[in-house]
């Protein structure tokens, strides 16, 4: 089996006994994963691809069960914990401002799901950050209402607020090929980030992953979309603020847009039934990547390169130190739920 179909399929070389249904897949994968407490720097960076059999119940709805035993095991595998809340703590601990920066630029149609969100911010309730600790953010309320989520600052349920509503810093920060400001939701409001991006194939990057869901973290994306958006969403993130931040990545590949993205084109949804975790940026993209042309070459659709849409921005966040580009020196473990 290619490695395409691999990661698609949920089986991979790291599989093994891996593969469980429902809760007993976060117990079985932590003994597997054992080896990820205290990660040594040369150890490699570990994706898990999490499959659930049907995971969406209607059109872009998805099953709320299917995705809590999704997130169990993911965290579980990811972290080496025996469970997902267990599996969180090693990445952020109460008393933490924690921003679950989500992707809704698409609408609901093409945005993180609520369902994912509402499942995580439950799981970081169990661990001791309250609803008032939690700020999901994007670029503009508007985008997070048409994804369907409501706006909120203040209650037991987690806060949600646009970019637009706290604004930006006053001072460009500059990089070596552009300059933006920084949202101050990131800079003031959150201790530490949970990167939910959406995976999408881009008619201007290429793809749509962990990388370039930073751009929603600045004031003028927009002027960055020249050359593939390349070395600019490397460089975005590469800045201390967001670099630093990012703890965990949870990709919503649930349904990912196969063609014409990042915004939603009927019969563009290609349904995948799979989240993605991580630490690594590079990594998480370089595995989505794979996926997503598996997806796209079921369809019948060329492969991004072939198009001149080959996302080059992951090999330059590679060269840059950003994360780990290379797919053999990936560790991709396949769950099945």
């Given at each position: 089996m290619g490695s395409l179909a691999a990661v698609a399929t949920g089986c991979s070389s790291s599989c093994g006994s891996a593969r469980s249904a429902g809760n007993s897949a976060a117990g079985t994968l932590a003994s597997n994963a054992a080896t990820l407490n205290g990660p040594k720097p040369t150890e490699k960076p570990r994706v898990v691809v999490v499959r659930a059999k049907q995971a969406l119940t209607h059109g872009y709805d998805a099953d709320r069960g299917a995705v809590r035993a999704m997130l169990g095991a993911g965290l579980a595998a990811l972290a080496g914990t025996p469970d997902s809340v267990a599996g969180l703590r090693r990445y952020f601990r109460p008393g933490q401002t924690v921003g679950l920066k989500v992707n809704g630029l698409a609408g609901r149609n093409a945005a993180t799901h609520v369902e994912l969100v509402d499942e995580l911010s439950a799981l970081l309730q169990q661990m001791d950050i309250g609803g008032h600790q939690q700020v999901v953010f994007d670029r503009f309320a508007s985008d997070l209402t048409a994804s369907g989520f409501k706006l909120n600052e203040r209650g037991d349920a987690y806060c949600c607020t646009g970019n637009d509503a706290l604004g930006y810093e006053e001072e460009p920060t500059v990089m070596p090929s552009t300059a933006s400001r920084l949202a101050r939701v990131l800079t003031e409001r959150v201790d530490v980030v949970l990167n939910l991006p959406v995976l999408k194939q881009h008619m201007l990057s290429g793809m749509t992953g962990a990388l370039k869901n930073q751009f929603g973290c600045i004031h003028n994306p927009n002027k960055m979309h020249l050359d593939k958006c390349d070395p600019y969403i490397s460089e975005v993130n590469a800045l201390p603020a967001i670099r630093q931040k990012q703890r965990l990545i949870v990709m919503d590949a649930l349904r990912p847009v196969v063609d014409n993205g990042p915004s939603y084109q009927p019969g563009m949804g290609e349904v995948a039934n799979a989240l993605l975790f991580a630490v690594d940026p590079v990594a998480v993209d370089v595995v989505g990547l794979e996926l997503l042309e598996y997806l796209r070459k079921k369809r019948?659709?060329?492969?991004?390169?072939?198009?001149?849409?080959?996302?080059?921005?992951?090999?330059?966040?590679a060269q840059m130190g950003l994360g780990v580009g290379h797919r053999g020196a990936i560790d991709v473990v396949s769950i099945e739920v």
């Open positions: 019948g659709l060329p492969s991004l390169d072939k198009v001149d849409l080959a996302p080059t921005h992951i090999q330059t966040s």
